[in-house]
């Protein structure tokens, strides 16, 4: 049986004996799309079904997105990995941050993890209000000194800095310097327009002890409690037309992988975003363990995971991207030539999305 019929076979089981709802597979193998898969349903409220074209919220695995622009920035020399944050973007240097850098950013160690008190929906819709307010902050550490990861900050902590460089907003950005190139201008938002709505997955959630928890909003938090539950945030329209590039991508599950695929040596179709030394330099660990917060990733390069590393410093990383909340994913493994995208709705602590990559990686003969 081919690799794509395999698949699909998988997630149609996973939908069919309740494990998940609605979800897309797509992976590129030496620069082919060898599964492009989807089962299941796109809303419950309608009974849409899941097609090729359906458009998922991926939640932080936008971050990736948004770490390659950086990059390409980097590359055409506009900015260093060391550049002062406050260089491009001098309002950011209030409260002693002015040498807090872009590497910083990248690799969650800028101190400013949580979401400032006192902002809301408004602000969070609103660019120019939410980098007002980051730039206000005060670290609660020392720049480097410990990694907490940035579940929302990242958002303008890097797009702001891409924005100041560029002068493009972010969302044009995105679609110009990487959804045009790849063809995929239609299946990859951070703010989507109006007439893809309705392509949009409905997200669900299953909490363990039946309810949301309860969560103190008087306290910062890295997700504070009015954007929780998650699910529910992100389904609604103005949650979907903001641009927050750490946490409200939209996008199909071949987009994702595609984006991927043009980071592999050759890229995609003729098309790879940044050369193979630029990755390199991109996907080097920053810091050590014993310098990570609890619940912090433990492989944090340049913007992207490094996922499957090894515990020694001889056994090298296999891969590199971001997941997100709810068990999006998308990856590039250059040591097999592989690049995924995987795309899902129903949110719940048994969800298939570590079975889906096993099985994946098995029907292609790569270790898993």
Request: hydrophobic content about 40%; overall charge neutral; proline content about 7%.
């Amino acid at each position: 049986m081919r690799v794509q019929e395999k698949m699909q076979r998988l997630l149609d089981d996973l939908v069919r004996n309740g494990r998940e709802r609605g979800l897309q597979l797509a992976a590129y193998l030496d620069g082919k799309l060898v599964v492009d898969a989807w089962a299941g349903v796109a809303d419950v409220n309608t009974g849409r079904r899941v097609d090729g074209a359906t458009l998922f919220p991926v939640f932080s695995t936008t971050k990736g997105l948004a770490a390659t622009l950086i990059h390409l920035l980097v590359e055409r020399c506009k900015l260093t990995y060391d550049t002062p944050i406050a260089a491009v973007w001098p309002e950011f240097a209030a409260q002693g941050k002015q040498s807090i850098t872009v590497r910083h950013a990248l690799s969650h160690t800028t101190g400013l993890a949580c979401m400032p008190l006192g902002v809301g929906y408004a602000e969070l819709v609103d660019w120019d209000a939410m980098c007002r307010a980051i730039a206000r902050m005060r670290p609660v550490s020392s720049r480097g000194a410990q990694s907490v990861y940035h579940a929302v900050t990242y958002s303008w902590l890097v797009g702001e800095v891409a924005h100041r460089v560029d002068g493009r907003p972010f969302g044009q950005m995105l679609q110009e310097e990487i959804c045009r190139p790849l063809g995929i201008g239609d299946d990859m938002f951070v703010g989507i327009p109006d007439e893809v709505e309705p392509r949009v997955a409905w997200l669900e959630e299953i909490f363990e002890s039946g309810q949301p928890p309860v969560v103190d909003n008087t306290v910062p938090r890295d997700v504070p409690g009015w954007m929780l539950p998650l699910h529910a945030w992100m389904n609604q329209p103005q949650v979907r037309r903001a641009c927050v590039p750490a946490s409200n991508g939209i996008m199909t599950a071949r987009a994702l992988a595609r984006h991927y695929a043009s980071l592999l040596p050759g890229g995609v179709d003729g098309v790879a975003l940044l050369p193979p030394a630029r990755v390199r330099e991109a996907t080097q660990v920053q810091l050590q363990t014993d310098s990570l917060a609890e619940n912090t990733p433990r492989h944090i390069a340049l913007g992207y995971m490094i996922l499957g590393a090894g515990k020694g410093p001889d056994t090298p990383a296999t891969a590199f991207g971001h997941g997100g909340y709810g068990g999006s994913v998308g990856f590039a493994d250059p040591q097999h030539r592989l690049a995924v995208g995987l795309t899902k709705n129903r949110y719940c602590k048994n969800g298939a999305q570590d079975e889906i990559l096993s099985e994946l990686r098995g029907v292609l003969g790569i270790p898993r």
